[in-house]
Nanobody, 122 residues
Framework: VQLQASGGGLVQAGGSLRLSCAAS????????MGWFRQAPGKEREFVAA????????VYADSVKGRFTISRDNAKSTVTLQMNSLKPEDTAVYYC????????????????WGQGTQVTVSS
């Protein structure tokens, strides 16, 4: 599956952004989807994941209660709604996909999208 992320930008602390990831290729609804981020000088880290049906989600503790992952299988898209943004959320955000849930949450998915920059100013 090919992934294309969009929606990044510059926002003030406390603001919101909505990231989208469009998938093409194979059957989107067969894939578990996730979001990761990488800040300058840091390793890529897990942010959130969602099951193929959308019925199950998991979040990193650092974003729990502020970010919401969702998907629309009819449109082959996954979205990350980010609220109450903090400067420490500044990073390049990547969407990811795999047919195995464990591969997504462990950071070893088979497909990665290109990153989209999110910058939160204080």
């Amino acid at each position: 599956v090919q992934l294309q992320a969009s929606g990044g930008g510059l926002v003030q602390a406390g603001g919101s952004l909505r990231l989208s990831c469009a998938a093409s290729g194979r059957t989107f609804s067969s894939y578990y989807m996730g979001w990761f981020r990488q800040a300058p000088g840091k390793e890529r880290e897990f942010v959130a994941a969602i099951s193929w049906s959308g019925g199950s989600t998991v979040y990193a503790d650092s974003v729990k209660g502020r970010f919401t992952i969702s998907r629309d299988n009819a449109k082959s898209t996954v979205t990350l709604q980010m609220n109450s943004l903090k400067p420490e959320d500044t990073a390049v955000y990547y969407c990811a996909a795999d047919i195995k849930y464990s591969a997504v949450v462990r950071g070893s998915p088979g497909s990665w999208g290109q990153g989209t920059q999110v910058t939160v100013s204080s």
